[in-house]
C-alpha cells in the first residue's frame, strides 16, 4: 500500500481547494470512486485536456462525491484500508477503460499533483493485484487441500 502511504494530508487538502482541478485529475479520481463504490455521473463522452492536447474520453463525474470523499477525514484509510481481496469483476471491468486510457499515468499524473500521481498508482496497483491474486488463491487453496491431507 505503497501509493496510499505517498498521499499525504497536504495533498488531498491541494485537491480539495482546486475551483476547476484539471481533467486527468477528475479521471484518476473517478477510478477511486468506481473502488470505493460511490456513485458516479451516467457515462458521456467528453473532449478532455490532458498535457495540453484535447483527447477524447469520458467526461470525468468530480462532483459531489468527491467534494465528500476528500472532505473525509478517514479518506487515507480507506484506501490503506482497502478489502483488495474482495474486489468484485464488475469492479475491475468499470474502471478497465479509465486504467487502459493512454493518458492514465503516473508520470501525467505527477504533473498535475502529487496526490494525483498516488492516487493513479493506488488505482493501477488494485487491478495488477486483482489479476494477480487471481492466479494465486486458486493455488493457495490447493495447497492448503493438499496440507490438510497430510
Same mark, same amino acid.
Given at each position: 500500500?505503497? +501509493?496510499?502511504? &505517498?498521499?499525504?494530508? $497536504?495533498? *488531498?487538502?491541494?485537491?480539495?481547494?482546486?475551483?476547476?482541478? &484539471?481533467?486527468?485529475?477528475?479521471?484518476?479520481?473517478?477510478? !477511486?470512486? *468506481?473502488?470505493?463504490?460511490?456513485?458516479? /455521473?451516467?457515462?458521456?463522452?467528453?473532449?478532455?485536456? *490532458?498535457?495540453?492536447?484535447? !483527447?477524447?474520453?469520458?467526461?470525468?463525474?468530480? @462532483?459531489?462525491?468527491?467534494?465528500?470523499?476528500?472532505?473525509?477525514? #478517514?479518506?487515507?484509510?480507506?484506501? %490503506?484500508?482497502?478489502?483488495? /481481496?474482495?474486489?468484485?469483476?464488475?469492479? *475491475?471491468?468499470?474502471? #478497465?477503460?479509465? =486504467?487502459?486510457?493512454?493518458?492514465?499515468?503516473?508520470?501525467?499524473?505527477?504533473? @498535475?499533483?502529487? @496526490?494525483?500521481? #498516488?492516487? +493513479?498508482?493506488?488505482?493501477?496497483?488494485? %487491478?495488477?493485484?486483482?489479476? +494477480? &491474486? $487471481?492466479? !494465486?488463491?486458486?493455488? =493457495?487453496? +490447493?495447497?492448503?487441500?493438499?496440507? /490438510?491431507? =497430510?
Amino acid at each position: 500500500m505503497q +501509493a496510499a502511504e &505517498s498521499i499525504k494530508p $497536504k495533498d *488531498i487538502t491541494e485537491i480539495k481547494v482546486m475551483k476547476k482541478p &484539471s481533467d486527468i485529475i477528475r479521471v484518476v479520481l473517478d477510478t !477511486v470512486l *468506481i473502488y470505493l463504490k460511490l456513485p458516479i /455521473d451516467p457515462v458521456e463522452p467528453a473532449t478532455l485536456k *490532458i498535457s495540453k492536447k484535447d !483527447v477524447a474520453f469520458i467526461l470525468p463525474s468530480f @462532483a459531489m462525491s468527491v467534494s465528500k470523499l476528500l472532505s473525509d477525514e #478517514g479518506f487515507r484509510n480507506k484506501l %490503506r484500508n482497502f478489502d483488495r /481481496d474482495n474486489m468484485l469483476e464488475e469492479t *475491475i471491468e468499470l474502471v #478497465g477503460p479509465y =486504467l487502459d486510457f493512454e493518458y492514465f499515468t503516473s508520470e501525467i499524473a505527477a504533473k @498535475a499533483s502529487a @496526490a494525483c500521481e #498516488g492516487l +493513479a498508482v493506488w488505482s493501477t496497483a488494485m %487491478r495488477s493485484f486483482h489479476h +494477480a &491474486s $487471481k492466479i !494465486v488463491k486458486p493455488r =493457495l487453496e +490447493a495447497l492448503k487441500i493438499a496440507e /490438510d491431507k =497430510l
